[in-house]
T-cell receptor, first 114, second 112 residues
Framework: ETGVTQTPRHLVMGMTNKKSLKCEQH?????MYWYKQSAKKPLELMFV???????ENNSVPSRFSPECPNSSHLFLHLHTLQPEDSALYLC?????????????FGDGTRLSIL | GNSVTQMEGPVTLSEEAFLTINCTYT??????LFWYVQYPGEGLQLLLK?????DKGSNKGFEATYRKETTSFHLEKGSVQVSDSAVYFC???????????FGQGTTLQVKP
């Protein structure tokens, strides 16, 4: 139990569907992150939020749309995805945006695009 | 820029063997160093950490020492178990940017 909960754990969707990934942290942290983990590739940082404001967007296609309604919740809205978007999507949180403390990760959502 | 380099895997060991996974880093300033573990079908779990030179992080029989002089943070365990089979990631976090920089991951397979 890391204190970061992601739902759903698995998601299969067609390229024309719209779905959302949810992340909730129970650690009182102020920063939250979305990462993409594809087979045979390094972890890719997608988005960073600090105190509900987006502070980083690493050239992620617009078919991925993040939302952070409060410091405990983070969403990733998906629409018109491509087969290459199939991956494990990991959410993480940390106490502050800058600093030396670790990031804590959820178990991820395994996304498969048909 | 900051970077982390881990030894190439996969590493295959017999149960009760000694484990070393090498990790070296390049960073400006004084980063914090971490080892994360990813079991099959799960996310990343923080295994251990060290925040300053000569600190030793330890957890579940694993150890790593922050060596500033050699810019290394090698992971060791005296006697591995089948349940230790997983992917291990070395990472650093710069206090300036807060970014977490990962190594490429090392797959460990322990056979009975």
């Amino acid at each position: 139990e890391t204190g970061v909960t992601q739902t759903p754990r698995h998601l299969v969707m067609g390229m024309t569907n719209k779905k959302s990934l949810k992340c909730e942290q129970h650690l009182g942290h102020n920063a939250m992150y979305w990462y993409k983990q594809s087979a045979k590739k390094p972890l890719e940082l997608m988005f960073v939020y600090s105190l509900e404001e987006r502070v980083e967007n690493n050239s992620v296609p617009s078919r991925f749309s993040p939302e952070c309604p409060n410091s405990s919740h983070l969403f990733l809205h998906l629409h018109t995805l491509q087969p290459e978007d199939s991956a494990l999507y990991l959410c993480a949180s940390s106490q502050t945006l800058a600093g030396r403390q670790p990031q804590h990760f959820g178990d991820g959502t395994r996304l498969s695009i048909l | 820029g900051n970077s982390v380099t881990q030894m190439e895997g996969p590493v295959t060991l017999s149960e009760e063997a000694f484990l070393t996974i090498n990790c070296t880093y390049t960073a400006t300033g004084y980063p914090s160093l971490f080892w994360y573990v990813q079991y099959p079908g799960e996310g990343l779990q923080l295994l251990l950490k060290a925040t300053k030179a000569d600190d030793k992080g330890s957890n579940k029989g694993f150890e790593a020492t922050y060596r500033k002089e050699t810019t290394s943070f090698h992971l060791e365990k005296g006697s591995v178990q089948v349940s230790d089979s997983a992917v291990y990631f070395c990472a650093l976090r710069s206090s300036n940017t807060g970014k977490l920089i990962f190594g490429q991951g090392t797959t460990l397979q322990v056979k009975p």
